[in-house]
């Protein structure tokens, strides 16, 4: 595998994306730390941890742990989008065509940072509003969009790689 490591500057729609995934992420953390004192001590996890109990409920300082695990693979993916020619592409890549098709698989993870920016905002929001009772008109809809999102993107991404080498030759 010899790709050409072309340097790609980010676009203003690059730094918006990393913006809005940083504000998901820091919003998160917000949210936590207004509502902490207010929380009960046992609050609904809406994600799979080993500690929740058989109705959903687990400690309160569980809900930490979603920004935690969202900052790290958030950082994680921001790392790994500076080394694009180390990805895995669906086409042969080479100095005619790096630059373009780099500059779409870090945008596809520019995307995928900022669900895993928005899901980290949603999943706190929803158990905050969880343990004090409430609930959130359109949870169900949104719950259901964020797996179909995850795996749209890089559907998407493989359509339009699929459609500009065909128009290539």
Not at 81 to 103: D, G, M, T
Not at 123 to 140: E, M, N, P
Request: hydrophobic share 50%; net charge positive.
């Amino acid at each position: 595998m010899n790709r050409p490591k072309i340097k790609l500057h980010k676009t203003w729609f690059d730094w918006l994306l990393e913006l809005f995934t940083i504000a998901g992420i820091l919003g998160a953390i917000l949210l936590l730390w207004l509502y902490y004192q207010e929380l009960p001590s046992k609050v609904p996890i809406h994600f799979n941890w080993p500690s929740k109990d058989a109705q959903g409920l687990g400690e309160k300082h569980l809900l930490w742990s979603s920004p935690v695990i969202c900052t790290i693979l958030a950082i994680g993916i921001s790392v790994l989008n500076r080394f694009p020619w180390v990805f895995n592409y669906p086409v042969e890549i080479n100095a005619e065509n790096a630059r373009l098709h780099y500059a779409q698989a870090t945008q596809m993870l520019r995307l995928i940072n900022l669900l895993i920016g928005l899901l980290c905002f949603w999943v706190t929001l929803l158990s905050i509003y969880d343990a004090q009772g409430k609930t959130l008109r359109g949870a169900a809809l949104l719950d259901s969009l964020f797996p179909i999102a995850f795996f749209a993107l890089p559907i998407l991404y493989l359509i339009k790689i699929s459609i500009k080498k065909r128009k290539t030759g």
